[in-house]
C-alpha cells in the first residue's frame, strides 16, 4: 500500500565542498553548484505536489569556516534572491526564513526582508530557509520566551504543553516534516529541526547536494510512501 506525496520535505544540502574538490574547484563554486540544485529541487516539489520545502542554507555553526567561504555563501545569496524573486512570485511560492539573521551583512537582511514581505501572500507553495540556524539555538530561545512569559503573569507554567511550546519556535505555523533528506554520505542531523523531526522519515544517499536531481526526490519520495507511519502506535491492520 502506498501513502500519500509527503506535504513537508526538508533538506539538508551537504557535500557542495566535497564536489567542487573532486573538480578541482573552489568550494564557492560548489555552493554555486548548489544554488543550481536548489533551484530545480524546488521545481521537482512543485512537479509531485510537495507543499513545503525546508532547506537548510546556512548553519550557527557554519560562521566557522573560512571568513572568505562565508562571505561567498553571503554573495550567493543575494545572487540568488535576485534572480529567484521573479520566478518565486510567478510560482506563487511563499519564502520564510527560520533562523537568527542578525548577523547577516544588512544587505543580505534587507534583501531578504524584501523577499519574505513579497511573497507573504503566496499561497501555492511554501520555500523555507534556514539561515543562522540552529536547533539547540531555536529550542533555548523558544524557552527563554516561555520563560518571559510566565514570569510577567501572560503564561500559567502548569498551562503549558507541546503545542504551546511549539508556537514558540521559528517554524511556528508549519506542520512538522514528514520526511527529511540528506544527501552525500553523511548519516547525522547536524542540530537541524530537532523538536520538529521527532517523527519525520529519514532518507539518506551518497550523491553530493550539486549532483541531486529530481529523480533523487522522486525516489524519496517513493521510498517515504511505501513506509508504515505509525506514530508510535499500531498499524491499523495490525490491531
Ligand atoms: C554544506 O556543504 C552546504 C552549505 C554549508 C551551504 C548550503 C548552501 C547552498 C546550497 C547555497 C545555495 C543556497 C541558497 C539559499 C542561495 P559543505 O560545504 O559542508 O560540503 P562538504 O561537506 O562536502 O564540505
Known amino acids: 500500500m502506498r501513502g500519500p506525496v509527503?506535504?513537508?520535505?526538508?533538506?539538508?544540502m551537504d557535500g557542495n565542498g566535497r564536489w567542487a574538490e573532486k573538480r578541482n574547484l573552489s568550494r564557492a563554486e560548489g555552493h554555486r553548484a548548489g544554488m543550481r540544485a536548489l533551484r530545480r529541487t524546488v521545481e521537482a516539489?512543485?512537479?509531485?505536489?510537495?507543499?513545503?520545502?525546508?532547506?537548510y542554507a546556512f548553519s550557527t555553526e557554519n560562521w566557522k569556516r573560512p571568513r572568505d567561504e562565508v562571505d561567498a555563501l553571503m554573495d550567493l545569496l543575494g545572487e540568488?534572491?535576485?534572480?529567484?524573486?521573479?520566478?518565486l512570485l510567478d510560482n506563487d511560492?511563499?519564502?520564510?526564513?527560520?533562523?537568527?539573521?542578525g548577523p547577516l551583512p544588512p544587505e543580505t537582511r534587507r534583501a531578504l526582508d524584501d523577499l519574505v514581505k513579497a511573497t507573504s501572500r503566496n499561497?501555492?507553495?511554501?520555500?523555507?530557509?534556514?539561515?543562522?540556524?540552529g536547533g539547540r539555538r531555536e529550542i533555548v530561545e523558544a524557552a527563554r520566551r516561555v520563560a518571559e512569559k510566565a514570569a510577567r503573569g501572560l503564561l500559567d507554567p502548569a498551562t503549558l504543553d507541546e503545542k504551546a511550546f511549539e508556537a514558540e519556535l521559528e517554524t511556528a505555523g508549519i506542520p512538522e516534516p514528514d520526511l527529511l533528506i540528506r544527501p552525500s554520505g553523511e548519516m547525522r542531523?547536524?542540530?537541524?529541526?530537532?523538536?520538529?523531526?521527532a517523527y519525520t522519515e529519514l532518507w539518506f544517499t551518497p550523491v553530493l547536494w550539486?549532483?541531486?536531481?529530481?529523480?533523487?526526490?522522486?525516489?524519496?519520495?517513493?521510498a517515504y510512501r511505501s513506509r508504515d507511519r505509525r506514530y508510535g502506535g499500531l498499524h491499523e491492520d495490525k490491531d
Open 6 to 12: 509527503p506535504r513537508h520535505v526538508a533538506i539538508i
Open 210 to 222: 550539486p549532483d541531486f536531481q529530481p529523480e533523487h526526490l522522486a525516489e524519496a519520495v517513493e
Open 189 to 197: 542531523l547536524s542540530n537541524f529541526l530537532l523538536w520538529q523531526i
Open 123 to 133: 499561497k501555492g507553495a511554501v520555500l523555507c530557509l534556514a539561515l543562522n540556524y
Open 93 to 101: 511560492v511563499q519564502v520564510r526564513v527560520i533562523g537568527f539573521p
Open 80 to 87: 540568488w534572491i535576485h534572480k529567484e524573486q521573479q520566478e
Open 45 to 55: 516539489c512543485r512537479d509531485l505536489g510537495i507543499e513545503i520545502l525546508t532547506v
